[in-house]
C-alpha cells in the first residue's frame, strides 16, 4: 500500500532528516515507528501522506508516486490519510463537534449526514458527551482523542499518529493505544510513530526502528 | 456526476454563508471598506456619466455643420437674392433659409429677454443674414465654402457655428479617457484593498488554512470563502458606488432645472440605466473577487511543499 525506495529528505540549509530508508506496509498492517527526537519520524510520516516530498528516492502510496503528482491531486491522496498530529492542531475557535466536522465539509459533506458521522466519531473516542466543548477547556488525553476522531471520522485507509502518547500520562497514553488497537483490528492501516518502547510493545505489530534518519531494524512483535 | 454538482453546490453555498457571516461579524470594518470602494468607484462613473452626457450634447450640436453669411448692413434684397441663388447653386450646400433682419431682431427681443434695451434703439442694428446648411461633414470643405463666402459682395461676416461644439466634443472625449484612466486606477486601488483585506483575514485564519490544507483540503476550497467574501465585498461597494452618483445626480439635477429654464431648455443628467448599473454591480463584484483570488493565491503558494 506505502512504498518507499531510498529515500532521503534534506531540508534546505543542508540538514538531513532521512537516510536512504527503504520499506513497505502493507494494507491493513501496523506499523510503529520508534525512535529517539530529532531521529525523523515526524518526516517519515509527512513523506508518506506528501506534506513533504522527498530529495532522493520514491514514495509511492496506493500506485501514486507523491513526487509525480500534480499539486492538484495531492489533496486527494492525503484524504486517504487519517492524521493524528504531535500537537494537535486543533481549532480553538470553534467546538469539539466543528473541529470533527472539518473533514468531512472538505469532502463535501454536510447537514444531518456530517453531523451524525461527527457524533459517532466523537462517540468512539468516548467525546460525545463533550461535542460543544471548546477544545481550551479540553483535558490533553481528551484534545488527542478529539484530534483521533478527527482523523477517522472520513473512515480513511490509513491512519498515520505522530507521537500520539506524547503528552499524554500513563493512563490516557494506555487509553490512547487501546483505541488505534481498536482501529486496527477493524481493518484500518496504522502507522504510529513513538519515542516511548512502552507503547510500541503494548501496540505489538511490527516495528521500523529509525536512528539519526537512517532505518536500522525491520522487526515484527 | 451529479453527486459532483450536489458536492460543488454544497461546498458553494457553504463558503457563501461563512463569507456572509463574516462580513456581518465586523459591521464598522465592513461599512468602511465598503465606504472606500463605494466612493472610489463613484468619481470614475460619475464623471464618466457626466461626460458623456455633455458629449451627446456636443455632437449633436456639431452634428449638422451651419455657416452663418452675415451681410453689410447696406446690402440691398436685389444683393441679398443674388446671394441667395449662389449659395442655392454650390455643390456643397444642402439648404439655405435667409434671416430677414427685422425678423432676427424681432427673435432677439423675445428670445432674449431684451426687448426693453432693443426697443429704445433708433435703428434696427442687425443685418441681414443667411443660414446655409451644408453637405456631408467634413471639415475641410466647411472651411473652403467659409472663405469662398467671405470674398463675395456684400458679404460682411461668415461664421462656422459648428466649431465651438467640435472643440467641446474634442474636449470631452480627452475628459472621458481621463475619466477611463481614473476608472483603472481606482479599480486598481479597489483590489488592493481588498488584497490587503483578505490577506488580514488569512492572518486570522492561518491555522484553519493549515488543518484544512494538511487534511486533504484543495485549494479551490481554501480559496472559495475568501473569492465570496472578496466579491460581496465588492458588490457592496458598487451597491454604494450607484447610491453615491444617483444622490448625486439628484443634487445636479435640481440645481440644473433651474439653469436650463433660463435657456428654455429641458437638459438633464441622465441617471444610470438598469443595464449601466448591472455591468457596475458585475464589474465591482469582480474586481474583489480578483483582490481575494491574488491574496489568497499568493499564500497558498507560500506554504505549498517544495
Redesign the interface.
Known sequence: MITLTHVTKRFPGGHEALRDVSFSVKSGELVTVVGRSGAGKTTLLKLM?????PSTGNVVVSGQNTKALR??AV??L??K?G?V?QDY?L???RNALDNVL??L????L?GRDAVRRGRAALDKVGLLSREKAMPVTLSGGEQQRLCIA??VVNRPAVLLADEPTGNLDEAYAREIVELFRSFHQVGTTVVISTHDRAVQERLAGRTLTLVDGALTDSAHG | MAEGLRVWARQNGGAMRDATRRLARSPLATLLNVVVIGVALSLPVGLYLGLTELQGVARQLSSDPQLSLFLDRDAGSDQAREIEERLKRHPMVASVRFVAKERALDDLKHGAGLAEVLGSLKENPLPDAFVVTVKGNSPDALEALHEEALAWPKVAHAQLDSEWARKLDAVLRIGRMLALLLGVLLAAGLVAVTFNTIRLQILTRRDEIEVAKLIGATDAFVRRPFLYFGGLQGLAGGLMAWAVVAGALWFLNRELAGLSALYASGFRLGSLSGEDALVLFGVAAALGWLGAWLSVSRYLWQVEPR
Open positions: 501522506s506528501a506534506i513533504e516530498l499539486p492538484a489533496p486527494y492525503r484524504r490519510f492524521m498530529f492542531k481549532l480553538f475557535d472539518l473533514p465539509h472538505i469532502v463535501g454536510d478527527r482523523a
